[in-house]
């Protein structure tokens, strides 16, 4: 199977996605998360963004 990437916010399918890395289904597209789908924002936790400042 091949990797998915998010169409929202280009996360790649893993385990942080929705529903146990199945990730949720709109429209025959698959958004790691609801708030990609309908445009409210990313609810992944481990979406922060980029990261500028490593610790
Ligand atoms: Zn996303
Ligand atoms: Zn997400």
Redesign the pocket.
Known sequence: MPKLS?PN?G?QQDKSWEDGGKGYMDDGDNY??R??AEDTG???AH?KGPVLNAD
């Open positions: 998010c916010c996360m790691c998360c708030g990609c990313c609810t992944c979406h």
